[in-house]
């Protein structure tokens, strides 16, 4: 029964998608409420704020777990490593307010598609809907399988035949009203915050909270001055956060509010067409396209006519993409399964631009809504934005540990200081006043805006560089970057190819090049035919528009395109791209030619198709275009050189881009509509045209870039779209492998029938054959090496088929080929995202840049993702560089080392800082004394708040070192670092306690505070007389706080200077002028205080005068000190070489998995394997197929 109710009370929401939820449902209990409420009231709300951080906690106290039909609270959970929850409450959505038509309440379905969830959903006879919001999407209770499920989009399971005739007269009009009500509007609302929201989210933040304690308890013991300086301080930064904050919501409303408001005509049953606005649109309805430029409200399937979309906002590239109704066909697969991959070339996406609507022979273009809201493509990118996924960085939860330490210490304090109190019978209040003043001594409330800092002015750097951030604290990771991935093309290489040559082919062999530019033009044939007619390009306000390819193919016929045409065949007049002859072209027996109808190109099926009509002619002709590989499968055998991919290798080797050509006459009946042929059955017995083949240059920086990279031990990796060869070539031109490296070629194949999965390692050609010695392995952990690739004597290459059969059948080998993959070509970009998750899983810390087409999802993804496109989709992507090329990348490694050093060194000093004064307080309180409020001052805010703003400033090193700086606070140097100074510190500061006690002219009670300016003796007051002025005097006045003060005080200013490391990650710290000015400054008048001989200074600051020979010793002291502690962290934590010995003598062993792979790898003597070929049957219980991973788009 147990074990029922747990099954009950627990689901998953989003299974295996980035945002899969835990699910619990809990009944709010009156009882629990009613103690919960007098806690509130009783705590004077501290319980409620508790509950307000940790809202499970709010729910375990005042609910009772109950199955999920009968909550009204849902308790949910991140599935990641953070297991973040939240709380949800359950909502009512009341159908019975809609006047619906008799017989709603009996069992028939309220929805035609009986599939949908909405019928699923609703309770009979009460007509409610039980939901809940989660991240602006939906979920209702389906009765039938007990789980909540997402509203606001059609089934997926829809077949293409269902989706043509459930959807394409339109839904009735009660039918709308429920999924309207249900669904909620078709809008992405962005609400602009209120200030007081904003105001209150900020204030109740824990260091906030911490820090308002804080101030409250000074202010209670008179500390007035610094008190109001951090009220004003606070005041400042939290009004710059909630301006921040409320600048960034008013901006993300403003971009996505105008898509709220686009007029559209809808098709209802029964009446007819409506002009509606876009909010009013249900997952069902049918729009019309009129030709209008029209930005899409939601997303949409096809089901009539064609489209010309830009859908720059989604891919990054401004580049007009041709749209093709969802076939009409009987299959029972679900329509995406039907299109496999492809199925997006019937998508129209929310927030992409209709630039032209195409109607067929049967009336205006029209398509089926499939998602509204936030749950279409634009509103799933602006939900990455609200709500991105949390960082998982070792800083932040080290600054945590660090702060809990901290207080641990503050705590020893506080029992200390209670002891002492008590047992000097002091008054309870000045015992509890005084505790809790140590406690608040240790734990400095800066530290987290501390860590900030180093970020900001990293930021403000960056903008200067032209490289822009949404998550600056993501920043700081990019100091641990150790790979990065690259796209290929408009990245390593120039955006634009050229048109280098044609290399035509007749009766099966290739005949003489004809190279571009060429004095002559290109002869009229089939190869400029194919090359005049088989493109997407389209004329858009007088100019050609269309992928950079198409265009410059198109170019080197000398053709021209008309702007819109209508042709006209026997089957009536349709819409058509008409291509003519132009003045430069050669001279051909054809006026033009018609392009009636288009397959589209997709990365899936690396081919793209056109039939055509020459005018004035009968005939149809088909041709087709793309991978050399794939074009050649299409075409009768005998047609296709012998020589193919000899000559394919010769050009791909050199780094070319090759696209192949073919032909084909169709034989089609003459009442045939061309728009209805379905590409399965025209794309089969091509006659093989030739190869195209197109340059694409290494853009200048590239080269010295990857070479800093390399230099630095940074991992460079290719991931693109392109051939492997090429992208295998342009790897060797760019120095990404070095030239006396091998190639290792991996190619894997599904299983087949009996056969089961294989993998085959083949040395790619132009490599060494000799097989890889044990010693060769590339091993990043000590080599001496100048560049990285030269140290790595073989790499591993593969296209994304056989990347997706590693990962489904050989998943045990992939760590071990991912050590050294360093090409991937042919790559999705799923499988793009994918891959830099897997390296993620081997404690890569990884970049990825690309120029944003279709590397969204992965730049996501990784640590930092760097998009080279300006484009509003690379809104998703954390870095986005206005300086197209790949300089961008050390340079935000550059600063990332910076920021994270330096935010080491802020939190490094504010704990020195927090103890020094920890440790001089401790000390006064064993005599009952404390320091003055003007000395505290001094220390605070003239020397540590001005440290603190001024110590990130120091800029970054601009060569990049060959290792990295620490990632994580809680580590040997660094704890050994604090450590070490603490005790230099209260070795220093005992010392100056114990020896002042010792002096002849000391006296333990003393106010006279006139130095003899002849023979500087104190004249000391008797002890008998009571001479102190106040209580407050007698509570400070005292040798031990004089020789005390100065001695912390400098000390603050020694590790400022000491923990301002400059070389190798930033800059010396002279050439941060205003950090050096400052410390100099303060150093001066931290000595002018201690050393003027001057009544109203003394007054002031509440010294008592000391002759000069004991001052002479305390400065003495600070300079031992400060001597000690410089050596101590320069030349002994510092030294890198004295770590790696330590390492070495305690056998440490890294944690990174990739480490432990590179040294298993090491001692495996048949590693790596070179023409031979595995079958995943051998290791059937290595066989694993990831869940994560899926072949997304």
Request: glycine share 6%; charged share 20%.
């Amino acid at each position: 029964m147990e074990e029922k109710i747990w099954k009950d009370h627990y689901v998953l929401l989003n299974k295996d998608e980035e945002n899969e939820l835990e699910a619990f449902g809990y009944k709010t209990q009156g009882c629990r409420r009613a103690l919960c409420i007098t806690g509130y009231i009783l705590s004077c709300g501290v319980l409620l704020l508790l509950f307000y951080w940790k809202p499970e906690w709010d729910v375990w106290a005042n609910c009772v777990p109950c199955s999920l039909e009968e909550a009204d609270v849902i308790l949910l959970r991140t599935t990641d490593e953070f297991q973040k929850y939240s709380r949800k409450k359950v909502t009512w959505i009341d159908l019975s307010t809609l006047a619906l038509p008799v017989g709603s309440y009996s069992e028939c379905p309220l929805i035609a598609d009986k599939d949908s969830v909405i019928n699923r959903a609703i309770m009979k006879p009460q007509l409610k809907v039980r939901c809940i919001q989660v991240q602006k999407i939906r979920y209702v209770w389906d009765l039938s399988v007990k789980e909540f499920r997402k509203v606001g989009s059609l089934e997926d399971s829809n077949t293409c035949h269902s989706i043509h005739h459930k959807f394409g007269a339109g839904l009735t009009v009660e039918e709308r009203k429920i999924r309207q009500l249900v669904c909620g509007p078709n809008a992405i609302e962005v609400e602009i915050r209120p200030i007081w929201k904003l105001l209150f989210k900020e204030i109740l933040n824990p260091f906030y909270v911490f820090q308002a304690f804080t101030l409250t308890l000074w202010l209670s013991q008179g500390y007035i001055e610094y008190s109001v300086a951090i009220i004003v301080l606070s005041v400042i930064s939290v009004g710059l956060t909630v301006y921040d904050l409320r600048q960034q919501s008013t901006k993300l409303h403003d971009l996505v509010e105008e898509h709220n408001k686009v007029q559209v005509t809808v098709c209802t049953k029964n009446e007819g067409f409506k002009e509606l606005e876009s909010r009013y649109l249900v997952p069902g309805d049918v729009f019309l396209l009129d030709g209008k430029k029209l930005s899409l409200p939601c997303d949409a399937v096809l089901i009539d006519g064609s489209c010309i979309v830009n859908e720059g906002m989604l891919t990054g590239e401004s580049i007009p993409v041709m749209k093709t109704l969802l076939p009409l066909t009987e299959s029972l697969e679900p329509w995406k399964a039907h299109s496999m991959e492809d199925y997006r070339r019937h998508v129209l996406f929310c927030g992409t631009e209709v630039i032209q609507a195409k109607s067929s022979g049967r009336g205006p273009a029209r398509a089926v809504v499939l998602q509204t809201g936030f749950n279409t493509a634009k509103g799933d990118l602006v939900r990455s934005i609200l709500y991105p996924k949390p960082l998982n960085f070792q800083l932040y939860r080290d600054a945590f540990k660090f702060i809990v330490g901290l207080s641990a210490i503050g705590v020893l304090g506080l029992i200390y200081t209670v002891c002492v109190f008590t047992y000097h019978k002091k008054p309870v209040a000045d015992v509890v006043a005084m505790a809790l003043l140590l406690l608040t001594v240790a734990v400095p409330p800066a530290i987290p805006a501390a860590l900030t800092t180093g970020i900001v002015y990293a930021q403000r750097r960056l903008k200067k560089k032209k490289i822009f951030c949404i998550t600056p604290q993501r920043i700081n990771i990019c100091g641990q970057i150790n790979l990065v991935c690259f796209d290929k093309t408009g990245t390593l290489t120039e955006d634009g190819l050229d048109l280098w040559g044609i290399l035509p082919s007749e009766g099966s062999r290739f005949q003489k090049i004809h190279k571009f530019p060429s004095s002559s033009p290109l002869p009229w044939g089939p190869v400029c035919g194919a090359m005049a007619s088989c493109h997407s390009l389209v004329v858009l306000d007088k100019k050609i528009q269309g992928d950079p390819l198409d265009l410059k193919m198109f170019e080197g016929t000398h053709w021209e395109i008309e702007e819109s045409s209508t042709a006209r065949n026997t089957a009536g007049a349709i819409a058509a791209c008409i291509v003519r002859p132009g003045p430069n072209a050669s001279s051909a027996p054809v006026e033009g030619i018609a392009i009636l109808h288009q397959f589209p190109f997709s990365s899936g099926l690396q081919r793209m198709s056109v039939v055509s009509q020459k005018i004035g002619e009968e005939q149809y002709d088909l041709y087709m275009k793309g991978a050399p590989e794939t074009v050649s499968s299409f075409c009768r055998q005998e047609t296709v050189p012998s020589d193919f991919l000899e000559e394919l290798k010769t050009y791909t080797s050199q780094g070319f881009r090759v696209i192949a050509l073919a032909h084909k006459v169709l034989s089609l009946p003459e009442d045939v509509d061309v728009g209805d042929l379905e590409r399965e059955e025209v794309e089969s017995g091509l006659e093989f045209l030739g190869l195209l083949v197109m340059e694409n240059r290494l853009k200048p920086e590239t080269k010295p870039v990857l070479r800093e990279l390399a230099a630095a031990r940074i991992r460079s990796i290719m991931v693109t779209g392109d051939n492997l060869q090429t992208a295998v070539t342009v790897a060797r031109n760019a120095h990404m492998i070095h030239e006396d490296s091998k190639v290792i070629i991996v190619e894997a194949s599904e299983p087949e029938g009996s056969a089961p999965a294989s993998i085959a390692w083949r040395l790619a050609e132009g490599s060494k054959t000799s097989a890889a010695a044990p010693s060769e392995v590339c091993a990043h952990a000590q080599e001496k090496i100048t560049l990285e690739g030269e140290g790595c004597h073989y790499h591993f290459a593969m296209n994304g088929k056989s990347y997706q059969v590693l990962v489904k059948h050989f998943y045990s080998l992939l760590p071990k080929i991912l050590l050294n993959a360093t090409v991937f070509a042919r790559m999705s970009p799923g499988q793009k995202s994918s891959l830099v998750e897997e390296l993620q899983k081997l404690n890569y810390y990884v970049g990825m840049c690309g120029d944003g087409a279709n590397d969204c999802g992965a730049l996501k993804v990784a640590h930092a993702g760097i998009s080279l496109s300006e484009q509003e989709a690379s809104v998703a992507s954390p870095f986005t560089s206005q300086i197209p090329n790949i300089q961008c990348v050390p340079e935000l490694i550059r600063e990332g080392r910076a920021a994270l050093v330096a935010s080491f060194a802020v939190v490094k000093y504010l704990t020195l800082y927090g103890l020094i004064q920890f440790v001089g307080t401790a000390l006064l309180f064993w005599q009952l004394q404390i320091f003055g409020n003007y000395q505290y001052l001094m220390q605070d805010v003239v020397i540590t708040l001005l440290v603190c703003l001024t110590m990130s400033l120091t800029e970054a090193y601009p060569k990049l070192a060959p290792y990295r700086p620490p990632g994580q606070l809680i580590s040997p140097p660094l704890l050994l670092s604090i450590v070490l100074n603490v005790c230099f510190t209260i070795a220093m500061q005992t010392c100056g306690f114990l020896l002042v006690k010792q002096q002849p002219w000391y006296v333990a009670l003393a106010s006279w505070r006139h130095c003899s300016l002849r023979n500087h003796t104190l004249l000391p007051t008797g002890p008998g007389e009571n001479s102190t002025s106040s209580s407050a005097q007698s509570t400070v006045l005292s040798y031990e706080d004089t020789t005390l003060w100065p001695l912390s005080s400098i000390n603050c200013i020694i590790v400022a200077f000491v923990f301002s490391k400059g070389k190798p990650f930033r800059k010396p710290i002279y050439t941060n002028y205003v950090f050096s000015a400052i410390l100099t400054l303060q150093l001066a008048i931290c000595l002018f205080l201690f050393l003027a001989d001057m009544d109203a200074v003394y007054s002031g600051m509440q010294f008592l005068c000391t002759p000069v020979i004991w001052r002479v010793y305390v400065l003495l002291m600070l300079l031992v000190t400060f001597c000690v502690s410089f050596f101590t962290e320069d030349v002994l934590l510092q030294n890198k070489h004295l770590w790696m010995l330590i390492k070495t003598c305690v056998g440490y062993q890294s944690k990174s998995q990739y480490r432990k792979w590179q040294q298993m790898l090491q001692r495996d003597p048949n590693w790596p394997p070179v023409n031979t070929k595995d079958f995943a049957a051998r290791s059937t219980a290595e066989v694993y197929i990831n869940p994560s991973y899926e072949h997304r788009d």
